[in-house]
């Protein structure tokens, strides 16, 4: 019952005037919150400022690729264990056997000279801008460590869960690329047709896509049988608590490629979404300023709003405005997050940091506010890629104008950081309270793509909704029936009870 309808009642009943008077459960920190208290005692020491932040519930990661996000010294591990070879001058992992100019990948076992050099190669540590870019380095990494990550998919995923576990997250998203070759082999074959309903069409016809949404699919079943085995989580107490962190996929489609091969990826994200429940999101990568890339922006975005009318229920997540002055010409600097949102309907955005050079940026805002598009924030990458980096980055922006935000690591692997690491820059940078942070952790849980009815009453409002209503968040299980109801048959809710019971926990801890 409502506050309103109470105080109309209460002539008739006082008893509901007194259920209406007894205070909310504590939903947001406060600035008399003790634990606020302590967060602002520990802001300028920064080990038990980590310590802290790390404890701290922090919702989801929502922006990890997952080669991108594993360890550079894991990835190295699997290259010497498959015998892989690397490149003595470009230090690019390939194919066994060594020819002449590459070395085997074991050697970094036995010179460690060789290992630091492959390690800066393959990832930011150490890296200072020079000849070499920031945002040059880092894309290269990837194609230098693509072929160690073969065959790995379960290993990284329980790598990057296990991590996610243990900084308190609550749900993942990563961002993969399985089927790559096998879609690129259709759209060659099938060739490119302006007519979006005709080019579907025809990659459709004789079960080809059907064919392709297989393979990839028992190649996932298969990496996340090989998580959970690297897990334990078959070993009862031996398990890794990350058993039970739910995980789910994001499609992502390489787009500095021709048209129909980006098309053609498009629809088989799309087709996965439909197919197969670990596939959530569909996204776009590779550099944004690549020249093909740039090109075909728009031609992108209205495939993916094709493609949203066969497929309504596929969401979508878009790397966005993760540009500046220095990498893409003036003209490409004023629409990518406007058309991201309003011709593709993107329900979240990467990036999204050239937001105030957009032509309409305060419209896009105020739409973005009220249709709760998130942005997912994403400091240390946005730094080593773009050097954008505090009062220059929109991280402000998008808070004062009321867009939903969340921070995510987007490729903790290469970038050397992690999730903590995020809230703690974010925390310094922007002189954030612990209430803040909160609204960013159930933000982020909020705006996965993770499957199910949400706990909260709407979008950015954590208040609960009706089935738990009458519930506490934060207590171990919920009370009523109908609020246990909706646990059990939510993922999301669950995930987002979860996070309030440890909520309570560290609340208890660092607030007692
Ligand atoms: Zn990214």
């Not at 980055?393 to 995020?422: I, K, M």
Request: with cysteine; aromatic share 8%; glycine share 10%.
């Amino acid at each position: 019952m409502g506050l309103r309808r109470c105080l109309i009642s209460l002539f008739v009943a006082g008893l509901c005037a007194v259920v209406a008077l007894v205070p909310a459960p504590p939903i947001a920190a406060g600035a008399g919150d003790p634990v606020g208290a302590y967060l602002d005692s520990v802001r300028n020491e920064p080990g038990l400022l980590a310590a802290f932040l790390r404890d701290m519930p922090k919702g989801a990661d929502l922006h990890m690729h997952l080669s991108g996000a594993t360890s550079t010294e894991s990835l190295l591990r699997f290259a010497v264990a498959d015998g892989r070879c690397i490149d003595a001058a470009t230090l690019e992992a390939g194919e066994a056997p060594c020819h002449t100019g590459q070395r085997a990948a074991a050697d970094t076992d036995r010179d460690p000279a060789f290992r630091d050099a492959v390690i800066a190669a393959w990832s930011m540590k150490g890296f200072t801008p020079g000849a070499e870019s920031g945002h040059d380095h880092f894309f290269a990494t990837f194609g230098k460590f693509d072929l160690a990550g073969d065959g790995h998919a379960g290993d990284m995923l329980a790598e990057v869960a296990a991590r996610a576990v243990g900084q308190n997250e609550y749900y993942i998203e990563p961002l993969v690329t399985p089927g790559f070759a096998a879609a690129q082999a259709l759209a060659q074959k099938v060739g490119y047709d302006a007519d979006l309903a005709v080019l579907r069409n025809r990659m459709t016809a004789k079960g080809a896509m059907d064919r392709i949404v297989a393979g990839v699919s028992k190649d996932v079943d298969a990496a996340f049988n090989r998580m959970r085995a690297a897990l334990r989580c078959r070993s009862g107490a031996e398990a890794d608590a990350a058993c039970d962190l739910p995980v789910r996929l994001d499609y992502q489609v390489l787009r500095a490629f021709p048209p129909e091969v980006v098309f053609a990826q498009m629809l088989l994200g799309f087709e996965l979404m439909a197919k197969n429940r670990r596939f959530v999101g569909i996204n776009l990568v590779q550099p944004e300023d690549d020249p093909v890339a740039r090109r075909d922006y728009r031609l992108h975005m209205q495939m993916l709003a094709f493609l949203r009318g066969p497929y309504p229920k596929g969401r979508l997540t878009l790397h966005a405005g993760e540009l500046t002055a220095a990498l893409a010409p003036p003209e490409d600097l004023r629409f990518h997050i406007r058309d991201a949102v309003f011709v593709a309907g993107a329900e979240r955005i990467g990036h999204g940091v050239d937001i105030a050079a957009e032509d309409g940026a305060a419209d896009t805002l105020h739409a973005m506010a009220q249709s709760h598009v998130l942005v997912e924030i994403a400091l240390t990458s946005n730094d080593q890629i773009l050097g954008v980096k505090g009062a220059e980055h929109p991280f402000g922006l998008y808070r004062r104008s009321g867009v939903p935000v969340a921070l995510v690591t987007d490729d903790e692997g290469v970038s050397r950081t992690d999730l903590t690491a995020q809230y703690q820059r974010a925390v310094t940078t922007y002189d954030l309270g612990y209430g803040d942070l909160k609204v960013m952790a159930r933000a982020a849980l909020q705006h996965g793509f993770l499957a199910g009815a949400d706990l909260w009453r709407g979008p950015d409002d954590f208040q609960p909704g009706a089935e738990c209503g009458k519930d506490r968040p934060g207590a171990p299980q919920p009370r009523t029936s109908a609020c246990r109801a909706l646990i059990r048959s939510s993922g999301k809710a669950k995930a987002e009870w979860d996070q309030e019971a440890g909520f309570a926990r560290f609340e208890r801890r660092y607030g007692g």
